[in-house]
Each structure stands twice: as structure tokens, then as C-alpha cells.
């Protein structure tokens, strides 16, 4: 059973770059046609997509954050990584890391939805 | 980005109920929506794909329905694990967007 476990920093200095890792353990990262992706959640509030990763290493990032985004694969760890850059404290939340799976019922129609998520690790930003 | 609105924010309701929940998405997206369901200081846990594919594992009493821009989340009888937050989510196109949550809570 494929297990995602997040890891980093829990405090940033604001216009520095956040830089979280997601494990993923229980099965290899290149297997299957998943994409992988993050998310964050600032305390009381709902869920943001920030983007997501292929294992060939094609990206897709949310626009709010492209500028400052960049997810990354590395399939010899078995990881993927997160930089959020020039944080403040607008980015202080909870980040998870989920894998992105698919069903197209033998159509060319593909239904993505996150079926394995981290426990997600809290990042703050402040001085 | 494509809009996604939920209602209610907020429910209250008692073990035993019919609850539904409503998502609402703008512009369409065909059957392309997520359900979640999040207890406080865990991570989310998907209930329902393709807006209405019961994901392994998930109770029965959960089930999905809607296609175009209106969806429902219906839970046929509450059981006391079910009051959480319930977020959808579509997944017609990038950038994912989540709706801002329903809070289920014990009446």
C-alpha cells in the first residue's frame, strides 16, 4: 500500500524559498500513470491546489503561484519536491503531497481525482 | 480557473439523517468532480470520483451525483465518524480547484 510522508522545515524567513520533500514509499514513483501533486491549507481554511508533477517530469502549476513554484521528481529517491520561493507570510499553512490517479471506464476520457495523500506538514513563515 | 461553490458552509445534523450537500461549478465540467472529506488535523480522504465512482473502502451510505454544473453529495444515514469538512473538487482542467467546504457538525 503506497504511503506518502512530507518532510522539511516547519519555519521559513519570509523572501526565502520553502523547499518540501514528499516520500513515497510502498511502491515506486515511476509506476503506474500517476501524476503527483501538492496542496496547502492555511489553518481554518480550505484547500489550494499549488501543482503537480508526471514522472517524466512535465509540470503543471496553479497561475496564483507559477512565478514562484517549481516541483520536481527525483525516481532514484523515490520522491517528489516542492520550492515555494519569496514566501510571506500569506504561505504559511499546511502542505500536503498526494498522488493524482485516473479512471477512463476504457474511454479517452481521463477522471483524475488524489486518492493517497501525506498527513501533511505545517510550514510557517516568520522572522 | 473554474469556480467551485458548495453549499451549505456549514450543516448541523444528527445521527441517523439523510444529508446532502451541493457543489456548484462554473463554467461545466462534464462529471469531472472529486468529493473529500477532511476531519480536523488530518489530511482529506476521497469519497467519491468522477462525481459519482464510490472510491474502495468508502461506506455505501455515501453516494455521488450531478453532472454538468450542479453535483450532490448525499450521505443516507449519519453515522457519528461522518461529521467532518466535505470539499469537491474538479478536475476538468488545470489549475485543480477545491470549493470552500461544508462543515457537517452533531445537532
Known amino acids: 500500500q503506497v504511503q506518502l510522508q512530507e518532510s522539511g522545515p ?22 503506474g500513470s500517476y501524476y503527483w501533486s501538492w496542496i496547502r491549507q492555511p489553518a481554518g ?17 496553479n497561475p ?18 516542492l520550492k515555494l520561493s519569496s514566501v510571506t507570510a500569506a504561505d504559511t499553512a499546511v502542505y500536503y503531497c498526494a ?20 498527513n501533511g506538514t505545517t510550514v510557517t513563515v516568520s522572522s | 480557473d473554474i469556480q ?3 453549499s451549505p458552509s456549514s450543516l448541523s445534523a444528527s445521527v441517523g439523517d439523510r444529508v446532502t450537500i451541493t457543489c ?34 468508502v461506506p455505501s451510505r455515501f453516494s455521488g451525483s450531478g453532472s454538468g454544473t450542479d453535483f450532490t453529495l448525499t450521505i443516507s ?4 465518524e461522518d461529521f467532518a469538512a466535505y470539499y469537491c473538487q474538479q ?17
Open chain 1, 10 to 31: 516547519g519555519l521559513v524567513k519570509p523572501s526565502q524559498t520553502l523547499s518540501l520533500t514528499c516520500t513515497v514509499s510502498g511502491g515506486s514513483i515511476s509506476s
Open chain 1, 45 to 61: 481554511k480550505g484547500l489550494e491546489w499549488i501543482g503537480r508533477i508526471y514522472t517524466s517530469g512535465s509540470t503543471n502549476y
Open chain 1, 64 to 81: 496564483s503561484l507559477k512565478s514562484r513554484v517549481t516541483i520536481s521528481v527525483d525516481t532514484s529517491k523515490n520522491q517528489f519536491s
Open chain 1, 99 to 118: 498522488r493524482v490517479d485516473y479512471s477512463n471506464y476504457g474511454t479517452d476520457f481521463y477522471y483524475y481525482y488524489m486518492d493517497v495523500w501525506g
Open chain 2, 4 to 6: 467551485m461553490t458548495q
Open chain 2, 24 to 57: 456548484r461549478a462554473s463554467p461545466s465540467i462534464s462529471s469531472y468532480l472529486n468529493w473529500y472529506q477532511q476531519k480536523p488535523g488530518k489530511a482529506p480522504k476521497l469519497l467519491i470520483y468522477a462525481a459519482s465512482s464510490l472510491q474502495s473502502g
Open chain 2, 77 to 80: 444515514s449519519l453515522q457519528p
Open chain 2, 91 to 107: 478536475s476538468y482542467s488545470t489549475p485543480y480547484t477545491f470549493g470552500q467546504g461544508t462543515k457537517l457538525e452533531i445537532k
